[in-house]
């Protein structure tokens, strides 16, 4: 991994702490994007409905068309009590808070005004001690049935609280504190309360859920004491037991974990609130109330009622009593209580336990290192399947959690969290990362092979201002004769040409791993070895050279310049390459905006100073002994000492005649015979030896290696017998 690679990874490593942190914290849109899709698979997956013991005796439409608005007179409560206990009803609960006195008793006429005006305040007392109190014969039906009312809870403080009716008890610590609280409650008429078996709270959710009923509280606190709810007390008398059990954690912080009602035992959250898992509504739940008000008695309803748990709601739209389920739908209220007793009963629970929030929050941390690991060293297309693969496996395990165990395991946070960190690290690579890499293929992408600009892609620090000594191997080429080719061609034809034959030339570079380094109006100079090390680069540069010297003789034989066809006097293009290899200072040169990537040094005048001899020796690639002993296996040719302009010593030169396969055939090895026959004559000045070697070797060139045709006439020239004809080197200096 490179600097930035560690950056990226160093930004995606905070960003994950920070949204374990904030997973930690669950605010409350993470919550509620949490609920919504536990909504979304109880929609998905709703609990089908069980033909239990618990009935809903509905005060519907019809029933208030028979009995009249509400509220009734008690005495017809009264009278619903008593059949519901002649049929056997377990429990009968009221989802109602019976707070004030029955205006429709006949003894509450002695206490109208209108009537104590009319008749006298003494007659008034006589009615009002003399007729039926509704209330009194309500809680004469109650006494001794195993009748649950309901008290309400409110906003604010008040010193209302309802009486206990059964015991509770604690496996751990009181949890009283920690439970879902209240400071106001309503309570019913104190005659009633001392009659009814139970009292429960028939407030279902204390909280805002987003109008959605999904938690209902078992148990209440207000500070002191725990209170059951309406379900919770309706299952307590039913079974005929006296107290309820809640198991709570044996250390602080005090929270409880279920509540058992005799055999029946419903898991809490630690504030005691039970997780509602809905059906769909169905009439088989509910039976009009006007049935049992019928005279007389409809025994059929026996069955509906008998052992059951019997909840007296309303559904009637005017009443108002409605709340949405995780379905969508609408229900009375009185049908969350009976769902909550269908599932306690049934035993199919929605769980969250303890070990699922640090479970999410571990998924938060896994797939965000996955993510950043995928995204830096990846690539954003690897993370993006990679994430999505994690994502399906996440939501599949988290639906097979739902639907065979009913554990609630949020995907969502992790999958949130995964995705923004992935555009986030994208980004950062984009204009961190990506833009050093950018910058790269800008500045190198057509002069160094593919190979090294993916190399310098993955380590583009290399590339700052400044420079490095390195030992590299350094390629001038140039065009022969431009001079009176661009005479004849008119600018456009001559920028045209530049570009064609210098495009060629350079593609054949950059694949032997070479770096253009410039263009010089009819020349390039390039060199191996930098930016990036590159092994052999004396043998890719003299492999580069054959190819050049092939792919030019394509080029010509195809007159891929048109010269043949315009009918230039000399239309094949001939090049002249020197080679040497040394020590040179590489790297970035120029100002922190404007910088080439060049080489400078001594090894690189020198290499220039051997490509222009090899017009006055008339060869085409001329390198250094420098070159050649790294590469001496290939076909060579010795071409002698030279004093380079500049330098005070000698420089021995070669000729690059071929590579391995060339210096192995047997036409070399009879031109090396004679070639060093000719040195060996031209160093004791034996002009008769001097002639045969070089008619000797001038005809197998001509036969096999055309290209040294002009290099032997040259020789001839140099080697003439008048002295002042010579330059100053012998043949082996030609």
């Not at 309570?187 to 709270?201: K, V």
């Not at 290939?634 to 500049?646: D, S």
Request: hydrophobic content about 45%; proline content about 6%.
């Amino acid at each position: 991994m490179n600097r930035l690679h560690i950056s990226a990874l160093a930004v995606g490593a905070i960003f994950v702490g920070l949204c374990a942190g904030l997973r930690v914290a669950d605010p409350m849109p993470a919550r509620i994007a949490r609920e919504l899709l536990f909504d979304q698979y109880q929609r998905l997956q709703p609990r089908a409905y069980e033909p239990l013991p618990i009935r809903i005796l509905d005060i519907d439409e019809a029933s208030l068309a028979t009995v009249g608005q509400w509220p009734w007179p008690r005495d017809a409560l009264a009278k619903i009590v008593t059949r519901l206990r002649e049929m056997g009803a377990a429990s009968v609960a009221f989802d109602m808070v019976l707070a004030e006195p029955d205006r429709l008793s006949p003894a509450s006429l002695g206490a109208r005004p209108e009537v104590r005006d009319v008749v006298g305040p003494a007659v008034a007392d006589a009615l009002q001690s003399k007729l039926p109190d509704n209330d009194a014969v309500f809680a004469k039906a109650i006494e001794g049935s195993n009748v649950v009312l309901g008290f309400g809870i409110l906003p604010g403080e008040n010193a209302t609280r309802p009486p206990k009716k059964g015991g509770l008890a604690f496996t751990g610590l009181d949890p009283a504190r920690s439970i879902v609280g209240f400071g106001a409650a309503v309570d019913n008429l104190p005659a009633l309360d001392e009659s009814a078996a139970g009292l429960g709270a028939i407030s279902i959710s204390p909280q805002d859920n987003q109008g959605i009923v999904r938690q209902v509280p078992l148990i209440w606190s207000d500070g002191q004491r725990v209170y059951p709810s309406l379900a919770l007390e309706a299952l307590r008398v039913a079974q005929g037991v006296d107290t309820l059990l809640v198991r709570s954690t044996p250390s602080e912080p005090a929270a409880a974990l279920s509540v058992r009602a005799g055999d029946v035992e419903a898991p809490t959250t630690a504030r005691g609130e039970f997780r509602v898992y809905f059906t769909r509504e169905t009439p088989e739940r509910y039976v009009s109330i006007a049935r049992f008000l019928q005279d007389p008695p409809d025994e059929s309803l026996r069955p509906l009622v008998e052992n059951s748990i019997v909840f007296i709601g309303t559904s009637a739209v005017g009443l108002l009593d409605v709340r949405t389920t995780p379905l969508g739908e609408t229900v009375p209220g009185v049908s969350v209580h009976a769902q909550v007793l269908e599932q306690a009963l049934s035993g199919k629970f929605l769980l969250r336990p303890d070990w699922v929030d640090p479970l999410e929050t571990l998924l938060v941390v896994v797939f965000g290192i996955s993510v950043a690991v995928a995204v830096t060293l990846g690539g954003p297309m690897l993370a993006l399947g990679l994430g999505g693969l994690l994502a399906l496996g996440l939501c599949a395990g988290s639906w097979f959690a739902f639907s065979a165990f009913g554990l609630l395991i949020d995907p969502v946070f992790a999958l949130g969290s995964s995705l923004v960190l992935h555009f986030s690290l994208t980004s950062f690579r984009y204009l961190v990362t990506d833009r050093d890499k950018r910058f790269v293929r800008r500045a190198f992408g057509r002069y160094v092979s593919p190979a090294i600009l993916a190399r310098l892609e993955e380590n583009p620090q290399a590339l700052r201002l400044g420079g490095e000594e390195r030992d590299l191997t350094i390629l001038f080429l140039d065009i022969r004769s431009f001079t009176s080719l661009s005479e004849t061609l008119s600018p456009t034809e001559l920028i045209e040409f530049l570009n064609r034959v210098l495009g060629q030339l350079s593609e054949v570079i950059v694949d032997q791993a070479g770096t253009i380094d410039k263009y010089i109006g009819d020349s390039i100079m390039a060199f191996w070895n930098a930016p990036l090390d590159v092994p052999d680069h004396a043998k890719l540069a003299c492999l580069a050279s054959l190819r050049l010297r092939d792919r030019l003789a394509e080029l010509n034989a195809s007159d891929a310049f048109g010269l043949h066809r315009k009918g230039y006097a000399s239309p094949n293009i001939r090049i002249g390459i020197g080679i040497n290899r040394g020590s040179a200072c590489v790297g970035n040169m120029g100002s922190e905006h404007h910088f080439n990537y060049s080489v400078v040094g001594d090894a690189v005048n020198v290499s220039a100073r051997v490509q222009g001899l090899t017009k006055e020796l008339g060869v085409d690639c001329l390198v250094t002994e420098t070159v050649h002993s790294e590469v001496p296996a290939f076909a060579w040719l010795e071409a002698g000492e030279v004093e380079l302009r500049g330098r005070h010593e000698q420089t021995r030169m070669f000729i690059l005649v071929g590579d391995e396969a060339v210096a192995q055939g047997d036409a070399f090895h009879q031109l090396a015979r004679e070639h060093a026959g000719l040195v060996r004559a031209s160093e004791t000045g034996d002009v008769d030896e001097i002639e045969r070697r070089l008619v000797a070797c001038a005809r197998i060139a001509s036969r096999d290696f055309p290209m040294l045709d002009l290099f032997y006439e040259k020789c001839r020239e140099r080697l003439a017998p008048e002295p002042a004809a010579r330059p100053e080197l012998r043949v082996a200096n030609a």
